[in-house]
């Protein structure tokens, strides 16, 4: 989920699609918008373990309460989410205002206590003196330090740290799952 235009589509493919080239059986579609996303473990071993991955609709700027409503069954998906992909076009300068427009929704949808990894989209876009110095840090979210990734959906830079990063989640939660019950939708 994102602000509009941030890539939330670009990226849900990139991610989709380099899973369904690496091994078209291992995932499953589960609805439009919805897709079976298998994830290696830490160690790049075929793991079986596998995350719901959904593309959300863009939030934008001053949305209506209507316009709220109508939406807030898509919108549910972000409220009922283990974790929130936050994607943000790290390319337009207004970037800072559009994750706090995305942040007063989330709390408008009663999603703003999902957990959020802030995914710095476009950094293909951004001159050499704006390139990150790192792949990883963590940025201010309302006084919560949140872990942000740098990623470009083009050329998919950073994609296999995305996906590395949630294996690792996965795997967490797998040694503490009363902390997140519905990440096993296929429990063994
Ligand atoms: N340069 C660059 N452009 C990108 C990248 N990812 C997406 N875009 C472009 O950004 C535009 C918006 O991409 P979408 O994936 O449709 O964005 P979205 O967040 O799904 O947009 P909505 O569904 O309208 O909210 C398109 O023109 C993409 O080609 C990227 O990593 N680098
Ligand atoms: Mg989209």
Redesign the pocket.
Known sequence: M?Y????????FNALVKAQAYAADQLFATLDTTTRKLYLDDAEGEKAGRSVSLSDT??FIRDLPHGLITAFRATLQEAADADLLLH?VDA?NPHHPEQIEEVQRVLHEIGAADVPQLIVF??I??LPATQQPRQRSDAIDIEGTQVQRLFV???TADGLPDLRRELAERVARDEQSPQSSPQLHEEPA
């Open positions: 994102g509009t235009n941030a890539g939330k589509s670009t990226l609709v863009g994607v390319a989209n476009k293909d876009a470009s959906s083009h």
